[in-house]
């Protein structure tokens, strides 16, 4: 089963345009992370948001995180060709069993 | 710097087979996770072991997914005989884990095993 689920499910932009997904989840969180995904790869990690934290920045990574809507979003600003591959949000559970779960991901096309 | 290694890249294999896949993580690292990811969908988490603990072992998929973690380093995940639902890419994380409790460690993958079942 997939808690967290992304939207769009696929995203087209020119280069230097930002970039925006959201990812929806289900149940209470400790912490909730961003990774990134080039086509055939592993998963690499982008970003952690933890439940009592509201906003984070990495470089050109802009993470909030709304617990009350159990939602998160990732920005991407001025983005860039190489930032094409697939981005997927990973909720990791506040009790019971650490399981990382995965949505389904955003596949983001930047056009040069 | 050595990352997460996972070998073969890919395997090709006939309806009915058995396969073994192995997982090197970082050698540090502590806790280790088997995922499958199918086309257009996000990783589908199966087991993960706490050094050569297996702490969950409920997602596998059916009794003829089973995995290993001898001697808390490597592992491996074996599939027994083979249906053509198993093709799928097999990814491999592996995570440190810094006390008891910890729920906000990163996960670094391997580049994962393509499977192909014909």
């Known amino acids: 089963s997939q808690q967290g689920e992304e939207d769009p499910q696929a995203l087209s932009i020119q280069e230097g345009e930002n970039a925006t997904m959201n990812c929806s989840y289900k149940t209470s969180i400790n912490n909730l992370q961003w990774y990134r995904q080039n086509s055939g790869r592993g998963l690499v990690h982008l970003i952690l948001?933890?439940?009592?934290?509201r906003e984070k920045h990495s470089g050109r990574l802009r993470v909030t995180l709304d617990t009350s809507k159990k939602s998160s979003s990732l920005l991407i600003t001025a983005s860039r060709a190489a930032d094409t591959a697939s981005y997927f949000c990973a909720t990791i559970p506040s009790g019971g069993s650490y399981i990382p779960t995965f949505g389904r991901g955003t596949s983001l096309i930047v056009h040069p | 710097d050595t990352g997460v290694s996972q070998d073969p890249r890919h395997k090709i294999t006939k309806r009915g087979q058995n396969v073994t896949f192995r997982c090197d993580p970082i050698s540090e690292h502590n806790r280790l996770y088997w995922y499958r990811q199918t086309l257009g969908q996000g990783p589908e988490f199966l087991t993960y072991?706490?050094?050569?603990?297996?702490?969950?072992k409920s997602r596998l998929l059916s009794d003829r997914f089973s995995a290993e973690r001898p001697k808390g380093s490597f592992s491996t995940l074996e599939i027994q005989r083979t249906e053509q639902g198993d093709s799928a890419m097999y990814l491999c994380?592996?995570?440190?884990?810094?006390?008891?409790?910890?729920?906000?460690?990163?996960?670094?993958f391997g580049s994962g095993t393509q499977l192909s079942v014909l």
């Open positions: 994380a592996s995570s440190l884990v810094r006390s008891a409790g910890s729920r906000d460690e990163k996960l670094f």
């Open positions: 072991f706490q050094n050569e603990a297996q702490l969950e």
């Open positions: 948001i933890r439940s009592n934290e």
